[in-house]
Every structure is written in C-alpha cells, then in structure tokens.
C-alpha cells in the first residue's frame, strides 16, 4: 500500500522543519524509500501493522521532543486488483 503522511507538530511555534524531519527520518529508517514533497511524505508499506508502528514511532519521538500535540493527516492507497507501488503510478502520469 502506499501511504500519503502529513505530520503537524502543534504549539511548537512556526518552523516545524525539525519535527518534520524526524519523522522522516523514522518513515525512511523503516521502510527504505520516501518521497518527500513541500506537504507531505509518501511512502509504502505491506501492512496496517507496519504503518501503525511507523506512527508509533513518529508519535514517541514527537513526545521525546517536547511537541504537546499533532495532527496526523493520512492517506491510504490500497489495490488489490495488481500490485502498484510510487514508481509505477508517477510513471502513469509521465509525458
């Protein structure tokens, strides 16, 4: 599945740049590749455990930092009639 992730630490002031990139060190260290955009970070994984780990750990960390509160804003591609991953569908969209 490939996994859309956007995490906002809030009531750490206005550059959350260092949070962010904590996360994304979680979601790279645990599952190899991410694609980074200014929004969000997509990625995938096989499982709904998988990704409730990489949360977990994102959630931790967030914790470990001192960040008080976050919004996770997911979204979740799943199909099941062949297997895709994030080369095959920017491929399909590629002049």
Same mark, same amino acid.
């Given at each position: 599945?490939?996994?859309?992730? %956007? /995490?906002l630490?809030?009531? /750490?002031? %206005?550059? /959350?740049?260092?949070?962010?990139? #904590? %996360?994304?060190?979680? +979601?790279?260290?645990? !599952? ?8 969000? !970070?997509?990625? #995938? /994984?096989? !499982?709904? @455990? ?7 750990? *994102?959630?931790?960390?967030? &914790? #470990?930092?001192?960040?008080? @509160?976050? *919004?996770?804003h997911?979204? +979740?591609? +799943?199909?099941?009639?062949?297997? +895709?991953?994030? &080369?095959y569908?920017?491929? @399909? *969209?590629?002049?």
């Open positions: 599945m490939i996994v859309e992730l %956007a /995490v630490p809030s009531g /750490v002031g %206005a550059s /959350v740049s260092r949070y962010v990139k #904590e %996360a994304v060190k979680i +979601i790279k260290e645990s !599952t190899g590749k991410v694609h980074n955009s200014p929004m969000c !970070t997509v990625f #995938e /994984v096989s !499982t709904f @455990r998988q990704l409730s780990e990489i949360l977990e750990k *994102i959630d931790k960390k967030m &914790e #470990e930092m001192g960040v008080p @509160r976050e *919004i996770f997911i979204n +979740i591609d +799943i199909r099941r009639d062949k297997k +895709i991953n994030m &080369e569908k920017l491929s @399909r *969209i590629k002049e």
